[in-house]
C-alpha cells in the first residue's frame, strides 16, 4: 500500500487539538470573524486558520480559505503568510497524492521561511519534504531531513529566532519510525514510534496521538502481530472519528481491514475497508481509495464472488491510474490477473501478470515481483507451458533468497545502529559524570583551603568526601562498561545465529537441487514421465546452486564472528586460495563431508582430497586433526 505523508499540520501552532464538537464551535467563530476584518495581516492569518481546522475534514474548501489567504499576504507584502500559503497548497497536494506538485510548494515555502528566518517554518517545510522523499523510496535522504529538522530544536534557535518554546519533536521521531519501518528495520522503527507516542501523550495532542498509533499498528502488522495490530488500528480510528480527522480515519479503517482479513474475520474486514474506501472518496484521498478498493476486491476474490471482486479491482486500477503511482497500477493489475486465473481465464490472467512484472522490474518493487514470478509460474502451468512455468518457480526463488538475504543485511544493520547509538549515550554519560566529578573537586579543594583553620578532622572529613565520590565514578564507569560489553556479546551472538542460519541455508538448498537433478535425471530417460513428475519437481525446486554470492554473504558473516580467519591461514600459509579457504571456513563450521560436498556441488571424494591437500599446506602432522586445528584458529 501507499502510505500518505504523515503532515503535521500548522494548527500545533495555535494551541493543542480538541473535540469535534468544540472544533467546529471554533471555526465558526473563526469565519465570522474573518468576514468582518478589513484587509489586514490578522485577516490572512485568520483565514490561514481556518484552513488548518479544515484541512482533514473538508479539505476542498480548506484549500479556498487558503488560498484566499496567501492572495490578501501577497498583496499586503505578508511574507510570513506567503510562507505558509506555499505549505499549504503542497499539504493540499500530498494529501491528494500529488506528490510532484507537491514538493514544488513544499520548496518554495522553505526557501521563503528560509528568506524570513523563521526555524518554525523551515521545520515544517522540512518534515513534509521527508515524507515526500519516504514516498519515493529515498529512505537515507529522509532520514538526512529529519535529523536536519531535530537538529534545529537547539537552545541558540530558542534565543534568537521564532522557535522559542515551540515543539513538535515527536513528529520528527515518527517520521523516523515510519521510514525504519519501510526500510525492515522494525526494532528501530518501534523505538522512534515509542518516542513519537510518549512525546504526544505527554504534551496532551491526541490527533497526533493517534498518527503513533496508527504507525505501531502498521509496524506489528509488518510482524505478523494482527491481533495488536488490529487493537492498535482501532483505536486510531477511534481518536480520528471523535476529532474528525476524515483523512487519517481513512487510513486507520484500511489498515484494521488488513489485520482483520489477516486474522480471517471477513466480515469485519469488509466493514472496515468499506468505510476506507467511502471517507476517502468523501475526502479526496485517492491513494486510499485505489488500495481500500483494491483490498475489497481481494476480499471477494476469497469469498468465491469473482464477479463483485473483478468491479471493484477494476474500480481500483482506474483510481491507481488516475494517481499515476505505478505500485497501486501494479498491484491492482495482479489482483485482477488472480481473478481472470480463478476464472479460468488463463490467457487474459497471463497478458496482465506480464504488464505487472515488467511495471515491478521497472520501479524495482522487489517483493510484488518475486510474487508476481511465483502467480505466472501457476498460469504458465495451467496453459502446459512447463518449461515457462519452472523458469518463473526457480526466479521467483532466486528473488526470494534475495529479499531473505537482505532482511539480514537489515537486521544487522539495525543492531549495529542500535550498539552504535547507546555506545555513543554511555560515552556522553561517562563525560558528563566526569566534568560533575571535577566540577565537585574543584569546590572540595576550595572548601579544604578555607578548612584548614578549622582543624584536621574536618580536611579528613573532606577527604573521606573525595575517597567515596571517586569509588561512585569508578561504579559508574564500571557498569557503563559491563553495558557496552553486554551490548558487544549480545551482537556476536546473534552473528553466530546468523552464520548457523546461513549455513544451514547452503547446505539446505543444495540437498534440494540435487535430489531434483536425480529426478530430472530420471525423466530424461522416460519422458513419457514428465507431466506426472512435474508437480512433485516444482515442490523440490526450492533452492538455486551455492552461488559466489551466496558465499559472498556467508563470507561476511563468518568474519563477523570468527575474526581474521583467512588472514591466520594467509599467515601460516601464504599462497592459499579462496577455494581452500571456503573449504576451512565450512570445516571451521563443523560440517560433515558429505554436506561440504553438496553444498559445493562435487563429489565426497573430492572433498576428502581437498581436506589431504589443505592439511599438507599448513604444514600439520599426520596425528592432528585438521578440523580441530581449524577450530583453534
Not at 506555499?86 to 526557501?111: I, K
Not at 478498493?293 to 468491479?311: M, Q
Request: glycine share 4%.
Amino acid at each position: 500500500m501507499k502510505h500518505l505523508v504523515i503532515i503535521v499540520s500548522l494548527l500545533s501552532l495555535f494551541g493543542q487539538s480538541m473535540n469535534a464538537q468544540g472544533r467546529e464551535k471554533e471555526l465558526d467563530s473563526l469565519i465570522t470573524r474573518a468576514e468582518q476584518l478589513p484587509e489586514t495581516i490578522e485577516k490572512a492569518q485568520l483565514l490561514s486558520r481556518i484552513h488548518e481546522r479544515m484541512m482533514f475534514t473538508d479539505p476542498y474548501l480548506a484549500r479556498d480559505y487558503a488560498q484566499q489567504a496567501f492572495d490578501l499576504s501577497e498583496k499586503l507584502d505578508y511574507n510570513k503568510g506567503i510562507a505558509n500559503g506555499y505549505l499549504q497548497f503542497g499539504n493540499y497536494f500530498s494529501n491528494r497524492t500529488e506528490n510532484d506538485t507537491a514538493t514544488y510548494f513544499y520548496e518554495l515555502s522553505l526557501a521563503k521561511f528560509k528568506e524570513i528566518k523563521s526555524i518554525r517554518g523551515q521545520i515544517f517545510a522540512n518534515h513534509s519534504l521527508a515524507g515526500i522523499e519516504r514516498e519515493k523510496g529515498n529512505y537515507d535522504r529522509a532520514i538526512e531531513i529529519t535529523h536536519r529538522n531535530i537538529a534545529l530544536y537547539n537552545d541558540q534557535n530558542r534565543n534568537e529566532t521564532d522557535l522559542k518554546e515551540f515543539n513538535l519533536i515527536g513528529a520528527e521521531y515518527e517520521v523516523l519510525g515510519s521510514v525504519y519501518m519501510d526500510k525492515g528495520n522494525y526494532t528501530l522503527a518501534l523505538n522512534e514510534t515509542l518516542n513519537a507516542l510518549r512525546f504526544f501523550e505527554e504534551v496532551g495532542d491526541m490527533v497526533r496521538k493517534g498518527d503513533a498509533l496508527l504507525q505501531f499498528g502498521q509496524i506489528e502488522y509488518k510482524l505478523g502481530n494482527f491481533n495488536a495490530s488490529l487493537a492498535y488500528e482501532e483505536e486510531a480510528f477511534a481518536i480520528y472519528r471523535d476529532e474528525d480527522d476524515k483523512v487519517y480515519q481513512s487510513y486507520a479503517a484500511n489498515h484494521a481491514g488488513l489485520a482483520a482479513e489477516a486474522l480471517g474475520d471477513m466480515q469485519k474486514a469488509e466493514e472496515y475497508q468499506r468505510a476506507a474506501m467511502t471517507l476517502a472518496q468523501e475526502v479526496g484521498v485517492k491513494s486510499t481509495l485505489s488500495t481500500a478498493l483494491r483490498d475489497l476486491g481481494r476480499i471477494y476474490s476469497k469469498k468465491g464472488l469473482l464477479n463483485d471482486a473483478r468491479t471493484f479491482l477494476e474500480e481500483s486500477y482506474k483510481v491507481s491510474e488516475s494517481t499515476g503511482i505505478q505500485l497501486d497500477i501494479a498491484s491492482s493489475l495482479k489482483e485482477l490477473a488472480q481473478v481472470d486465473y480463478q476464472s479460468k481465464e488463463f490467457s487474459e490472467a497471463l497478458k496482465k501478470m506480464d504488464r505487472v512484472i515488467e511495471m515491478a522490474e521497472s520501479i524495482g518493487a522487489v517483493s510484488i515481483l518475486g510474487q508476481s514470478y511465483k502467480e505466472r509460474s501457476q498460469i504458465h502451468e495451467s496453459l502446459g507451458k512447463y518449461t515457462n512455468a519452472i523458469a518463473d518457480l526457480r526466479t521467483y526463488q532466486i528473488i526470494n533468497d534475495s529479499i531473505f538475504n537482505s532482511r539480514k543485511s537489515q537486521q544487522i544493520e539495525e543492531l549495529k545502529t542500535i550498539y552504535e547509538t547507546e555506545k555513543k549515550e554511555a560515552e556522553i554519560a561517562l563525560q558528563e559524570e566526569e566534568i560533575n566529578t571535577l566540577n565537585a573537586k574543584a569546590k572540595v579543594d576550595q572548601l579544604t583551603k578555607g578548612l584548614y583553620a578549622g582543624g584536621m578532622a574536618s580536611a579528613l572529613a573532606l577527604s573521606g568526601l573525595l575517597v567515596f565520590g571517586y569509588r561512585q565514578k569508578m561504579k559508574k564507569n564500571k557498569i557503563a562498561r559491563e553495558k557496552q560489553e553486554e551490548i558487544y556479546k549480545q551482537e556476536i551472538a546473534h552473528k553466530k545465529k546468523e552464520l548457523a542460519s546461513q549455513t544451514l541455508h547452503l547446505v539446505q538448498k543444495n540437498t534440494f537441487i540435487q535430489e531434483l537433478m536425480d529426478n530430472l535425471e530420471n525423466i530424461k530417460n522416460s519422458p513419457e514421465k514428465f507431466k506426472m513428475e512435474f508437480r512433485r519437481i516444482v515442490m523440490l525446486l526450492k533452492k538455486e546452486n551455492a552461488s559466489d554470492k551466496d558465499w559472498e554473504v556467508f563470507k561476511t558473516y563468518f568474519a563477523e564472528v570468527h575474526n581474521d580467519f583467512d588472514q591466520k591461514l594467509k599467515t601460516i600459509y601464504q599462497d592459499i586460495s579462496e577455494k581452500e579457504i571456503r573449504l576451512a571456513a565450512f570445516l571451521r563450521m563443523n560440517l560433515t563431508t558429505k554436506e561440504i560436498a553438496a553444498t559445493l556441488n562435487v563429489l565426497p571424494d573430492s572433498i576428502l582430497k581437498s581436506k589431504y591437500r589443505l592439511k599438507k599446506k599448513l604444514g600439520l602432522d599426520k596425528d592432528m586433526d585438521l578440523s580441530n586445528f581449524l577450530g583453534s584458529l
